[in-house]
């Protein structure tokens, strides 16, 4: 006998179609029972949408309750291991207060829970699946998607007093913009902050006009955070059914990399985005002349000029990215919101990219031009040493981008290897032999091993010990024990099988000066000093600064910048560079890099996190 669906009950068609749904999806079924001890809702009153429960004693003693939660029983019981994550789905009844009838009442309830290692996919997982269960039920429906870390932010950032938090949540929940102004008022809120927490609730609407909106109103990381988090649902959105429009764009249609450009510049954060977000401790001069250099006819100093009358016209409301945004003639979001679309200065640096403007920036930041508001997340504006700057221009060094990949091609070309005072070209095939085996021992790419010039060195020094192995170039003590032992193994089989006479004095190649700079740095880094203040007590730019840096790690010191990065970069970003060079790079090269990363991607975004990747991978 044929079994169809259409004899059931529409709540049984759609138990079904549910079931199915969560059980292609991975999901197992958890079955439980009607009752569970009362103690359990005690302990989680917090959770439950009511205090009232019916209890009951059993035959045994105990206090027993019909349940009215079914998520913290799947709590209770399931134990994920590390590292696992659980997937069920579940149907049962809930028993709960009836606010109509002032009795309980029997709610059939069917869903799904996500236990464990719960990360970025389990997150769109379960809200695609959301989606498709409202989908399945046939009727029309709408998906609200809200982050509680964007409200917490908001409530951070305006200095809500713990104990007046409940209340404010409860109101918002309620929507009831009246009472939330009355009670944010009352918890000792200026009037302004309470017109912040009344605006949340206009966040409501579209996706993509919503977040958008949102963005603009961020005040602090955690926001910038939470937004950013929705916004990569996106995609995940899109494939449950619809589409998600912005600007006559279906985002769900977009690539990877076309979305991103997207939320980075027209719906994301802009105004307080972590990736270029400075040290609180650091007025801000550096970031933003790093383009004009290469494309302009401008002097030094007028384009340093440029950047301070724009940064001073459009005000202190905006941190660098805005303000490069506004000089490239970017249109995002915020500028829009803000008019800065028809500012004079809206493209007047346009013959320069974002690189070159964060040069100028970043070098401002140096010489003292430019402040940046220590209470207020990085917002920047120029002082009266910046005034004067504008008033009478001097001349300025900014430093540019080098070509590595070129440099590096000279120097071979001025030291050739082979014969006649150059590395051995046999014993140096063999290194790099063994520092691929050596990489894939370790599950790393084979320039962190050993770079290139360092073998090259060991093919000419024949280093037999590690305590030789620690004079070659870029090889320090650290990575010398780590990395060294089989080298020097095969360097010395080598030495004794040729009968190489090894020179009888091993080069330490060090600088006085720069020996203190390298001790001078390390002690900076440890102690979590800004980097343009390191950069300025040695007299160095930038750049000079990060060539400092990757010499000393390069040699084996092992070096935590983290503290740097996150106020530098934005994480999605350092985990993207970290990504490529622990599984896509071939190398070290620069170069290779930004061609692999693309434009979205700074050389000193991508040097910093190679910094940090090498330290925690191969020192």
């Not at 910094?611 to 020192?619: A, L, S, Y």
Request: hydrophobic share 40%; proline share 3%; aromatic share 8%.
């Amino acid at each position: 006998m044929e079994f169809s669906l259409e004899h059931l009950q529409p709540k049984e068609r759609a138990s079904f179609a549910l079931r199915s749904l969560y059980e292609t999806a991975g999901c197992r079924k958890y079955h439980m029972g009607r009752f569970e001890e009362y103690s359990l809702y005690q302990e989680n009153r917090s959770f439950l949408s009511s205090e009232q429960v019916i209890t009951f004693t059993d035959l045994d003693g105990r206090l027993l309750a019909l349940k009215p939660d079914v998520t913290l029983s799947i709590a209770k019981t399931a134990q994920p291991a590390p590292g696992e994550t659980l997937r069920y789905y579940y149907h049962e009844n809930v028993y709960r207060p009836s606010a109509e009838s002032h009795t309980f009442k029997e709610i059939s309830q069917m869903g799904l829970e996500l236990l464990g290692a719960v990360g970025e996919a389990e997150v769109q997982q379960a809200v695609c699946l959301a989606a498709q269960s409202l989908a399945a039920l046939g009727a029309e429906w709408v998906l609200e998607v809200s982050h509680m870390g964007y409200l917490f932010g908001l409530f951070d950032a305006l200095g809500v007093p713990e104990a007046a938090r409940a209340q404010l949540l409860e109101k918002l929940r309620q929507k009831n913009a009246h009472e939330l102004r009355a009670a944010a008022l009352a918890a000792g809120l200026s009037e302004t902050a309470a017109d912040a927490l009344c605006g949340v609730l206009e966040l409501s609407g579209g996706y993509a006009a919503t977040l958008s909106k949102a963005a603009a109103l961020c005040r602090n990381p955690a926001m910038t955070a939470a937004v950013a988090e929705l916004t990569a649902l996106a995609p995940t959105l899109g494939q449950a059914g619809g589409s998600i429009r912005f600007e006559d764009q279906d985002l769900t249609r977009l690539s990877d990399k076309e979305l991103r450009k997207i939320c980075g510049n027209d719906i994301s954060m802009i105004f307080q985005e972590p990736m270029t977000a400075m040290d609180p401790l650091m007025r801000i001069g550096p970031q933003v002349e790093e383009a004009l250099a290469v494309h302009t006819q401008l002097t030094k100093e007028q384009r340093r000029a440029r950047a301070l009358e724009a940064l001073r016209d459009i005000g202190d409301k905006f941190k660098a990215d805005y303000l490069i945004n506004v000089l490239t003639g970017k249109t995002t979001a915020l500028i829009k919101s803000y008019g800065h679309n028809k500012s004079k200065w809206f493209g007047a640096g346009a013959e320069h990219d974002v690189r070159f403007w964060g040069a100028v920036l970043r070098q401002a930041l140096i010489l003292g031009l430019v402040d940046k508001n220590i209470e207020n997340y990085g917002l920047i504006s120029v002082n009266r040493k910046g005034e004067n700057f504008i008033a009478m221009p001097f001349p300025v060094t900014v430093t540019l981008d080098h070509d590595y990949d070129e440099e590096e091609k000279e120097a071979e070309a001025v030291v050739p290897m082979g014969k006649g005072g150059a590395a051995d070209e046999e014993l140096f095939a063999m290194l790099k032999d063994l520092r691929k085996k050596v990489a894939k021992q370790h599950g790393l790419p084979p320039f962190v091993i050993f770079q290139d010039p360092s073998l090259e060195d060991m093919a000419v020094q024949y280093p037999i010990t590690i305590e030789e192995m620690q004079n070659i170039t870029g090889v320090g003590v650290g990575k010398a024990r780590k990395f060294g032992e089989e080298f020097v193994k095969l360097i010395k089989a080598y030495v004794e099988e040729k009968e190489i006479i090894r020179p009888q004095d091993m080069i330490v190649k060090s600088v006085g000066n720069k020996s203190g700079n390298k001790i001078f740095i390390i002690q900076s880094i440890d102690r979590k000093m800004d980097f343009e203040d390191i950069a300025r007590a040695k007299d160095l730019d930038f750049d000079e600064l990060l060539t400092e840096i990757e010499g000393i790690v390069n040699s084996g010191t092992k070096l935590d910048i983290s503290y740097y990065l996150r106020d530098f970069m934005d994480e999605d970003k350092i985990e993207d560079i970290y990504l490529y060079f622990k599984e896509d790079a071939e190398s070290d090269s620069l170069d290779a890099a930004i061609d692999e990363l693309g434009a979205d991607y700074t050389e000193e975004e991508i040097r910093l996190v190679r910094i940090k990747f090498i330290c925690e991978q191969g020192n």
